[in-house]
């Protein structure tokens, strides 16, 4: 029967809501019924796959629209096409059968579905004898969706998809189509407007900006070799280990003789030796997914799947991240969860509605980045980004996220004034549905991927941060302790004589140290937007900065907790970061400064080496204090400890005075070595130390202090 005119016509206009319904083959009374919309071709005939002609189509509209009966069963159709004086073929994605199926349906409907991206977005695959781009995208309140690319002109009557059922997902195979294609999804509102062109949430690669269509690819090349790397994390407890981050923006550590960034294969060549050379345990890069405004530093995210490509191919990404981990390095991603820009080509409003986000401001609005939040309740949001989570972990072997903005997802009222949020059902400030979704987040990631952990930065005392989300706790591995960072960098940039009135800066911290799974940064976050480096915020003149800079790395890496350092502070940056240069390496050809990155590579190698230094972060039985409550003086002495290792003492002395010979009692009678000393000449320190260590009697040794340092000693028997 055929169908009626007006049908055609909005087939023909793009307008159709079930294409397959008209195009494709199709049985009939008298046989299989072929329709072909092959726009500029003025004859065509049927083949199937393998070649046999099938029979020719009459041109039944000059647009393009071909029909007839052709031989055989319904089947997947070639057309020979002529026209303009020219011949081509072109194979019908009409006359495809779904890729997608009943068990895709239930699992996306139930947002269970943890395989999103195998499904979504656009795949490479062999379907009913044929080979091409299987493209997938979830939409539901479009009244059309077509796929749009350099394969079709960006015509978006050529490729309309078919929808699925209830699920609100649109899909269409094209075959003939491979890797390195540029797209994009041109959708119709079920208000019947014509929404902005948009990039597939699900891509695996994209333009380089100001470009901003999605890129098709195909199956993963790289061939692993770090099978070693991950069975060692798989069985060992990352609270008992050493970690040590070297947290890197990749568009700034460096630069190529250009000033443009460097490629994955070359950050491989200068970033990994340099970690190792430095005994970093982790890189932690700052977002490396696409984004489209460099000065976001990539935490305004439109391309979730996708590696940058400021930095080259994304199989380049692959190569680095096995590359660190045959050295011996994790790596580490920051992802953001929390917010996305609201580019008119990204999520914001994707199918005409608030899709991925909320309606209502007050939820779905962030006032200080001008993003949209994510509408963690919604089944199907929380899932595009559970598997997310689960998509880094599996096709890029990281080692880990470091999950930004946490507090901004935990509080409904986060940087809100009254009347501007809205309550929980309850009443309250928390956002449940966020706290709900980061818990699956992290039970999915943990039990997929054993050997990975997640790192919480998230500013406030919401309880649990670190406890099981078995146990009603958000299930995270670790979290950024901010408040160790905060009181401990005001206290140094105090004048050391006013110090003793803030001891408590010091010792505040380690009453709540063991409290959560905490890791101790000094982040990029200290050193921009007019804060200055560390090294400028450092009290006194310039030998007095350096000094104190070194006894307070000294002192953070004798401190509970794990340690990240951000890149260009490991040799006391002078001028604040951008991320539009690289670090100042000039800078190591100076004494003072090649001072201070011996000194972290120093601490780094005996952190890792002692286990009283790392193998009790976690946990009080690791920390004791000995000296807690001498203000006068600025001194703090506590002792780090572990089973069946030998104790270490850490002693801070934040005075510009020397203390010789100054009592510290210690556990153990006998000789405590000095492993460590801040002022050390090769640190462009002083010199002034114990000649290599002390002797306890009755309890107690007399020890010289250095000035503005920290020393540590290790009992030695």
């Given at each position: 029967?055929?169908?009626?005119?007006?049908?055609?016509?909005?087939?023909?206009a793009?307008?159709?809501?079930?294409?397959?319904?008209?195009?494709?083959?199709?049985?009939?009374?008298?046989?299989?019924?072929a329709?072909?919309?092959?726009p500029?071709?003025?004859?065509?005939?049927?083949?199937?796959?393998?070649?046999?002609?099938?029979?020719?189509?009459?041109?039944?509209?000059?647009?393009?629209?071909?029909?007839?009966?052709?031989?055989?069963?319904?089947?997947?159709?070639?057309?020979?096409?002529?026209?303009?004086?020219?011949?081509?073929?072109?194979?019908?994605?009409?006359?495809?059968?779904?890729?997608?199926?009943?068990?895709?349906?239930?699992?996306?409907?139930?947002?269970?579905?943890f395989?999103?991206?195998?499904?979504?977005?656009?795949h490479?695959?062999?379907?009913?004898?044929?080979?091409?781009?299987?493209?997938a995208?979830?939409?539901?309140?479009?009244?059309?969706?077509?796929?749009?690319?350099?394969?079709?002109?960006?015509?978006?009557?050529?490729?309309?998809?078919?929808?699925?059922?209830d699920?609100?997902?649109w899909?269409?195979?094209?075959?003939?189509?491979?890797?390195?294609?540029?797209?994009?999804?041109?959708?119709?509102?079920?208000?019947?407007?014509?929404?902005?062109?948009?990039?597939?949430?699900?891509?695996?690669?994209?333009?380089?900006?100001?470009?901003?269509?999605?890129?098709?690819?195909?199956?993963?090349t790289?061939i692993?070799?770090?099978?070693?790397?991950?069975?060692?994390?798989?069985?060992?407890?990352?609270?008992?280990?050493?970690?040590?981050?070297?947290e890197?923006?990749?568009?700034?550590?460096?630069?190529?003789?250009?000033?443009?960034?460097?490629?994955?294969?070359?950050?491989?060549?200068?970033?990994?030796?340099?970690?190792?050379?430095?005994?970093?345990?982790?890189?932690?890069?700052?977002?490396?997914?696409?984004?489209?405004?460099?000065?976001?530093?990539g935490?305004?995210?439109?391309?979730?799947?996708?590696?940058?490509?400021?930095?080259?191919?994304?199989?380049?990404?692959?190569?680095?991240?096995?590359?660190?981990?045959?050295?011996?390095?994790?790596?580490l991603?920051?992802?953001?969860p929390a917010?996305?820009?609201?580019?008119?080509?990204?999520?914001?409003?994707?199918?005409?509605?608030?899709?991925?986000?909320?309606?209502?401001?007050?939820?779905g609005?962030?006032?200080?980045?001008?993003?949209?939040?994510?509408?963690?309740?919604r089944?199907?949001?929380?899932?595009?980004?559970?598997?997310?989570?689960?998509?880094?972990?599996?096709?890029?072997?990281?080692?880990?996220?470091?999950?930004?903005?946490?507090?901004?997802?935990?509080?409904?009222?986060?940087?809100?004034?009254?009347?501007e949020?809205?309550?929980?059902?309850?009443?309250?400030?928390?956002?449940?549905?966020?706290?709900?979704?980061?818990?699956?987040?992290?039970?999915?990631?943990?039990?997929?991927?054993?050997?990975?952990?997640?790192?919480?930065?998230?500013?406030?005392?919401w309880?649990?941060v670190?406890?099981?989300?078995?146990?009603?706790?958000?299930?995270?591995?670790?979290?950024?302790?901010?408040g160790?960072?905060?009181?401990?960098?005001?206290?140094?940039?105090?004048?050391?004589?006013?110090?003793?009135?803030?001891?408590?800066?010091i010792?505040?911290?380690?009453?709540?140290?063991?409290?959560?799974?905490?890791?101790?940064?000094?982040?990029?976050?200290?050193v921009?937007?007019g804060?200055?480096?560390?090294?400028?915020?450092?009290?006194?003149?310039?030998?007095?900065?350096?000094?104190?800079?070194?006894?307070?790395y000294?002192?953070?890496?004798?401190?509970?907790?794990?340690?990240?350092?951000?890149?260009?502070?490991?040799?006391?940056?002078?001028?604040?970061?951008?991320?539009?240069?690289?670090?100042?390496?000039?800078?190591?050809?100076?004494?003072?400064?090649?001072?201070?990155?011996?000194?972290?590579?120093?601490?780094?190698?005996?952190?890792?080496?002692?286990?009283?230094?790392?193998?009790?972060?976690?946990?009080?039985?690791?920390?004791?204090?000995?000296?807690?409550?001498?203000?006068?003086?600025?001194?703090?002495?506590?002792?780090?400890?572990?089973?069946?290792a030998?104790?270490?003492?850490?002693?801070?002395?934040?005075t510009?005075?020397?203390?010789?010979?100054y009592?510290?009692?210690?556990?153990?009678?006998?000789?405590?070595?000095?492993?460590?000393?801040?002022?050390?000449?090769?640190?462009?320190?002083?010199?002034?130390?114990?000649?290599g260590?002390?002797?306890?009697?009755?309890?107690?040794a007399?020890?010289?202090?250095?000035?503005?340092?920290?020393?540590?000693?290790?009992?030695?028997?």
């Amino acid at each position: 029967m055929k169908p009626p005119q007006g049908a055609i016509s909005a087939l023909l206009a793009g307008q159709h809501d079930d294409p397959f319904a008209l195009l494709g083959a199709h049985a009939g009374p008298d046989g299989t019924f072929a329709r072909a919309l092959i726009p500029g071709a003025e004859a065509a005939e049927a083949h199937d796959l393998s070649g046999t002609l099938l029979g020719a189509l009459e041109r039944v509209d000059d647009r393009g629209l071909f029909e007839g009966i052709v031989a055989g069963d319904p089947q997947p159709l070639r057309y020979h096409a002529q026209g303009g004086g020219a011949e081509w073929w072109v194979t019908d994605p009409y006359s495809f059968g779904p890729v997608l199926g009943p068990v895709d349906d239930l699992l996306m409907a139930e947002g269970t579905h943890f395989r999103l991206h195998d499904k979504l977005g656009a795949h490479l695959i062999e379907h009913q004898g044929a080979s091409g781009m299987h493209f997938a995208v979830w939409a539901p309140h479009a009244r059309r969706v077509s796929v749009v690319g350099d394969f079709n002109d960006w015509d978006g009557t050529r490729h309309l998809m078919r929808r699925r059922g209830d699920v609100g997902v649109w899909e269409i195979f094209l075959p003939d189509i491979g890797p390195g294609r540029h797209y994009k999804y041109e959708i119709i509102g079920g208000d019947g407007q014509l929404q902005p062109l948009k990039a597939d949430p699900y891509a695996f690669a994209t333009e380089l900006r100001p470009g901003t269509a999605s890129i098709t690819t195909g199956p993963p090349t790289h061939i692993w070799g770090d099978a070693d790397h991950q069975a060692h994390w798989q069985t060992i407890d990352p609270r008992r280990v050493p970690v040590s981050i070297y947290e890197v923006h990749a568009g700034s550590w460096q630069r190529d003789a250009d000033g443009w960034f460097l490629t994955w294969d070359a950050l491989a060549d200068r970033l990994i030796p340099y970690v190792v050379e430095m005994g970093f345990t982790h890189i932690e890069f700052m977002p490396i997914a696409e984004h489209p405004y460099d000065p976001s530093w990539g935490y305004q995210t439109t391309g979730l799947y996708a590696p940058s490509a400021r930095f080259g191919d994304i199989e380049g990404f692959a190569r680095f991240v096995d590359g660190a981990h045959r050295a011996g390095i994790g790596v580490l991603l920051d992802w953001v969860p929390a917010h996305f820009p609201i580019d008119a080509y990204g999520l914001a409003r994707f199918d005409g509605t608030a899709l991925y986000e909320h309606d209502d401001p007050r939820l779905g609005y962030h006032p200080d980045w001008n993003t949209a939040i994510y509408n963690f309740g919604r089944r199907e949001v929380a899932a595009f980004l559970v598997n997310n989570a689960l998509f880094w972990a599996e096709r890029y072997h990281i080692d880990g996220l470091r999950v930004d903005a946490v507090a901004s997802m935990l509080y409904r009222d986060y940087s809100r004034k009254a009347g501007e949020w809205i309550p929980n059902a309850e009443g309250g400030r928390e956002n449940w549905e966020a706290a709900s979704f980061l818990q699956s987040m992290n039970t999915a990631v943990y039990g997929a991927h054993p050997g990975i952990f997640t790192i919480a930065e998230e500013s406030t005392a919401w309880p649990g941060v670190t406890h099981p989300a078995y146990d009603g706790g958000l299930g995270f591995g670790f979290k950024w302790n901010m408040g160790f960072m905060h009181d401990t960098l005001k206290y140094m940039a105090r004048e050391p004589v006013h110090r003793r009135h803030h001891h408590q800066d010091i010792t505040f911290g380690l009453m709540y140290a063991f409290s959560e799974n905490y890791v101790l940064p000094l982040s990029h976050d200290e050193v921009v937007h007019g804060k200055g480096s560390l090294l400028a915020k450092m009290s006194g003149d310039d030998w007095q900065q350096f000094a104190n800079l070194r006894a307070y790395y000294t002192m953070m890496w004798g401190y509970p907790g794990k340690k990240l350092l951000f890149m260009g502070q490991e040799f006391a940056q002078r001028r604040e970061w951008s991320e539009d240069r690289a670090l100042d390496w000039n800078l190591c050809h100076a004494p003072a400064h090649e001072g201070v990155r011996k000194l972290v590579r120093d601490l780094n190698r005996l952190y890792r080496e002692k286990p009283a230094l790392h193998a009790r972060d976690c946990e009080p039985e690791g920390f004791e204090w000995v000296v807690a409550d001498d203000a006068a003086n600025s001194v703090f002495v506590w002792l780090r400890k572990a089973p069946d290792a030998p104790p270490i003492v850490v002693i801070c002395n934040m005075t510009p005075i020397a203390r010789a010979p100054y009592r510290i009692p210690l556990p153990h009678n006998g000789r405590w070595r000095e492993i460590l000393n801040s002022d050390a000449h090769d640190y462009w320190g002083s010199g002034l130390g114990n000649l290599g260590g002390v002797t306890a009697k009755d309890g107690a040794a007399m020890v010289t202090l250095p000035p503005l340092a920290t020393i540590m000693l290790e009992y030695d028997g």
